[in-house]
């Protein structure tokens, strides 16, 4: 079987080398990539036990959601366009949330059922469980003191940062105990954190966009506009120190980290509701420094998390199974872009076959790390032989 000469890409830089062809990688297990098993018994509890929890918490989030529109409705005339325009003006911030979140979460994409059921939990069950909390803690310093302006205070100071953050942290939390091994590190992390945010966020900008209907573009502009990744920065805080548990030796070390970051977003959440809001023009010299400096952060992570998946597939090439331009495609933007691109123009099957090949390339890379740092599972060995097999198979396919 003869292999294309060539793959297009930058320079030319992605090429099989000559005489390229499948039975060239020698195999290192006694698995042949045609008996691989592709499922294990306990890969399939985990798997079975985390799907029914997702739903789970879909549905709750779901009710939840449809339970704040309700409350929501109630509060206007009954007219579905007061409702309507909120709806749609609090999708732009959405929008511009999740394309980012794509964009970080693009070397190995998290699975959509989980992050469906992020959103929802952040944009049912948080924003229920914060509203009730927020409204009861308001209405207790109210009458306590006799000052409404004192009850909001201590609500948007004090219980909402608290309230919100731990409720959208918990959602974090429950995705990482259940899907722990597809949780890989502090992206995975800002992830998930970021698309509970981005639920609690979209929720309560319709409820804001409706409370002050009579200067809704101002509203829009600071909420949607000037500041559509304040939730995602606060809640990011606790995704990241779940995330970052993961590359550490001991299997509890979420039960110190979890917290820590959670402090983190209930102190920037109240800097944020109290002296930002009493004075605006910090956020110019406070809130956008920091924002730039969470961006490098991303990037920061992003890139190691690349040079991580590097070093763990030059094990596997040292071995034979990947060649080094091939190490080198599956790890940077462009080569990806361009093997893409040459697989699509050989037909719809080399499409398929090349998405497949470097999801299993990114498994595999994360299966070693989290070997590496001392969290193999029982059947790791027979997950490794699934994805190198997976990896023989669907480059047989692209390159036939």
């Given at each position: 079987?003869?292999?294309?000469?060539?793959?297009?890409?930058?320079?030319?830089?992605?090429?099989?080398?000559?005489?390229?062809?499948?039975?060239?990688?020698?195999?290192?297990?006694?698995?042949?990539?045609?008996?691989?098993?592709?499922?294990?018994?306990?890969?399939?509890?985990?798997?079975?036990?985390?799907?029914?929890?997702?739903?789970?918490?879909?549905?709750?989030?779901?009710?939840?959601?449809?339970?704040?529109?309700?409350?929501?409705?109630?509060?206007?005339?009954?007219?579905?366009s007061e409702l309507m325009e909120p709806i749609l003006l609090a999708l732009v911030p959405l929008g511009i949330v999740l394309v980012t979140v794509r964009w970080i979460d693009r070397w190995e994409p998290e699975p959509p059922g989980v992050l469906v059921a992020a959103f929802l939990w952040g944009a049912g069950v948080a924003t229920?469980?914060?509203?009730?909390?927020?409204?009861?803690?308001?209405?207790?310093?109210?009458?306590?003191?006799?000052?409404?302006?004192?009850?909001?205070?201590?609500?948007?100071?004090?219980?909402?940062?608290?309230?919100?953050?731990?409720?959208?942290?918990?959602?974090?939390?429950?995705?990482?105990?259940?899907?722990?091994?597809?949780?890989?590190?502090?992206?995975?992390?800002?992830?998930?954190?970021?698309?509970?945010?981005?639920?609690?966020?979209?929720?309560?900008?319709?409820?804001?966009?409706?409370?002050?209907?009579?200067?809704?573009?101002?509203?829009?502009?600071?909420?949607?506009?000037?500041?559509?990744?304040?939730?995602?920065?606060?809640?990011?805080?606790?995704?990241?120190?779940?995330?970052?548990?993961?590359?550490?030796?001991?299997?509890?070390?979420?039960?110190?980290?979890?917290?820590?970051?959670?402090?983190?977003?209930?102190?920037?959440?109240?800097?944020?509701?109290?002296?930002?809001?009493?004075?605006?023009?910090?956020?110019?010299?406070?809130?956008?420094?920091?924002?730039?400096?969470?961006?490098?952060?991303?990037?920061?992570?992003?890139?190691?998390?690349?040079?991580?998946?590097?070093?763990?597939?030059?094990?596997?090439?040292?071995?034979?199974?990947?060649?080094?331009?091939?190490?080198?495609?599956?790890?940077?933007?462009?080569?990806?872009?361009?093997?893409?691109?040459?697989?699509?123009?050989?037909?719809?099957?080399?499409?398929?076959?090349?998405?497949?090949?470097?999801?299993?390339?990114?498994?595999?890379?994360?299966?070693?790390?989290?070997?590496?740092?001392?969290?193999?599972?029982?059947?790791?060995?027979?997950?490794?032989?699934?994805?190198?097999?997976?990896?023989?198979?669907?480059?047989?396919?692209?390159?036939?």
């Open positions: 079987m003869s292999t294309p000469s060539s793959y297009p890409g930058p320079g030319n830089a992605w090429a099989p080398r000559p005489g390229y062809r499948r039975n060239g990688y020698p195999a290192v297990s006694p698995v042949q990539p045609s008996s691989a098993p592709t499922w294990t018994p306990q890969a399939m509890v985990h798997r079975r036990r985390g799907t029914i929890v997702s739903w789970i918490m879909a549905c709750l989030g779901a009710v939840g959601l449809a339970v704040m529109l309700w409350i929501i409705f109630s509060s206007t005339t009954g007219a579905a229920v469980v914060s509203m009730v909390i927020n409204t009861s803690a308001s209405l207790l310093v109210s009458s306590t003191t006799g000052t409404v302006s004192g009850g909001e205070l201590v609500s948007a100071v004090v219980t909402a940062p608290i309230a919100e953050e731990s409720t959208k942290g918990l959602g974090v939390l429950i995705i990482f105990l259940l899907w722990r091994r597809t949780f890989n590190g502090a992206v995975d992390g800002i992830v998930y954190a970021s698309v509970v945010a981005a639920g609690f966020a979209f929720a309560e900008n319709i409820l804001y966009f409706v409370r002050y209907s009579d200067e809704l573009l101002f509203v829009f502009l600071q909420r949607g506009i000037a500041s559509p990744f304040a939730h995602v920065t606060f809640t990011a805080c606790t995704g990241l120190a779940i995330g970052a548990s993961v590359r550490m030796r001991s299997n509890l070390a979420w039960m110190w980290t979890t917290p820590l970051g959670l402090a983190c977003a209930i102190v920037m959440h109240s800097f944020w509701n109290g002296v930002l809001a009493s004075e605006p023009s910090l956020y110019f010299y406070v809130a956008v420094p920091f924002f730039i400096a969470a961006i490098g952060l991303v990037l920061w992570l992003r890139w190691s998390e690349r040079m991580t998946m590097r070093q763990r597939l030059a094990d596997y090439q040292r071995a034979g199974w990947l060649s080094p331009a091939e190490v080198t495609m599956i790890t940077t933007g462009a080569g990806r872009a361009a093997a893409r691109r040459w697989a699509m123009s050989r037909g719809p099957a080399a499409a398929r076959a090349m998405q497949a090949f470097l999801k299993a390339a990114a498994s595999l890379a994360q299966l070693r790390q989290q070997a590496i740092d001392g969290h193999a599972d029982a059947d790791f060995a027979v997950q490794e032989s699934a994805l190198l097999a997976a990896i023989v198979e669907q480059r047989y396919v692209f390159t036939r």
